[in-house]
């Protein structure tokens, strides 16, 4: 099976995130996308964040009030021992399981950090990535400046909708006392 790897904090998860999953069953061709909730990201500040295992109870809450996804929640990272790079999570899956393809889902911020991530290289040759867009970041200039690097590199533009709402804003909006429950998935 061809399955999309989406990881991230997902605190929490909200109708952008429910959308690129949507897009990337419906419309981008994969047969599964695995929802990885992320204990703590090395690049963000834990501070204010649920528990890697509250994220990921509430990520299964959110995903079975919308069955008609293809989407698997996936609690790979909660046990391994950090840092949690990554390469670690997509080389665990394609031991777990060899006959699945893997490709990592990632936000257009995401590609323009990509250079720091470790064993990127790696990623962009052996399992490749496809990008939604985001607000602010030109997806076409970054993918040509990583080509410029290697050719080799597999790297899609989706085109996915515009997600314009963030899991800050939403946080933020809560603790001003705001009823964000438009937002959430």
Sequence with gaps: MNI???????????IGHQAIMEHLTREAGFDW????????????????????????EAAIEAVK???????????????????????????ALRE?????TFTLAIGADNLE???RWRDYRRILLEYGVVVFP???????????RLLKENPQYRIT??????????????REGIA???NMDKYLM
């Excluded at 996308?33 to 990921?56: E, H």
């Excluded at 950090?82 to 997509?90: A, D, G, K, S, V």
């Excluded at 777990?96 to 699945?100: A, C, G, L």
């Design 134 to 144: 985001r607000k602010g970041f030109h997806r076409g200039y970054l993918k040509a």
């Design 4 to 14: 999309a790897v989406y990881s991230g904090s997902f605190n929490p998860l909200h």
């Design 157 to 170: 533009l989706l085109k996915a909708p515009l997600v314009t709402i963030s899991s800050t804003e939403i």
């Design 33 to 56: 996308v695995y929802l990885i909730v992320t204990p703590q990201s090395p690049f963000k500040d834990a501070s204010g964040v649920l528990t890697g295992r509250q994220r990921y």
């Design 176 to 178: 001003e006392g705001k």
């Design 65 to 91: 009030r919308h069955p008609e996804i293809h989407v698997w929640i996936d609690d790979i990272e909660l046990s391994m021992d950090p840092p949690h790079y990554t390469i670690r999570t997509l080389d």
């Design 113 to 115: 950090s990509f250079p």
């Design 96 to 100: 777990r399981e060899p006959e699945n």
